[in-house]
């Protein structure tokens, strides 16, 4: 019985140091930098989420997303946090939501299904139409050696920041 569960752990062993050292794919090849600056009526937005979508999606380019700092700057990534991005034309998208409340479940007497309550909340900071691609208006083309100043993103416009409840958009989505 000591033989057996010594080569159990004498095999556990050899298959740690395998796996350990086992090289892992972490980086893409071809990838160059994008990094820019996010203002909304003249003013650096925080926390904004920033995607490109390639305009071209027959070859090799992958959508890359970021995230603002407090300058409103953003420098993309595709795999790893600032990794950039593949050469290529772009559609842009920018969008600050913040998400509050919660989804809770409750036991309704006589029913073996949960009744579940959603409390939750979105509050949009920028302008709608910048969320979505079809309609931001928003394009880029990074070349070949990459582009670490792309011109800003300057959006414009009224935000709407009442907080919207999330169940309401479904239903509003659905008709």
């Known amino acids: 019985m000591k033989h057996k569960i010594l080569f159990f752990y004498v095999l556990l062993s050899l298959c740690a140091i395998l796996i350990s050292g086992c090289p892992k794919s972490s980086s893409l090849?071809?990838?160059v930098p994008a990094q820019g600056i996010v203002k909304l009526n003249g003013v650096p937005v925080e926390n904004a989420a920033v995607s490109f979508l390639p305009a071209d999606t027959s070859g090799q380019v992958r959508p890359a997303t970021?995230?603002?700092d407090a300058k409103g700057r953003f420098s993309m990534m595709t795999l790893n946090p600032g990794d950039?991005?593949?050469p290529g034309e772009y559609n842009v998208s920018?969008?600050?939501k913040v998400y509050e409340g919660e989804m809770t479940e409750t036991?309704?007497?006589g029913s073996s299904r949960p009744l579940i309550t959603d409390t939750r909340t979105v509050t949009e900071y920028l302008p709608?139409?910048?969320a979505d691609i079809k309609t931001s208006g928003l394009k880029v083309t990074i070349p070949a050696?990459?582009?670490k100043s792309i011109p800003p993103f300057e959006l414009t416009g009224e935000?709407?920041?009442t907080p919207k409840k999330l169940k309401d958009l479904d239903q509003h989505r659905r008709r």
């Open 29 to 31: 090849d071809g990838l």
């Open 66 to 68: 970021s995230t603002t």
């Open 84 to 86: 950039g991005v593949y």
């Open 94 to 96: 920018i969008q600050k």
């Open 107 to 109: 036991e309704q007497q």
């Open 128 to 130: 709608a139409q910048y």
């Open 145 to 147: 050696n990459g582009d």
């Open 159 to 161: 935000v709407d920041s």
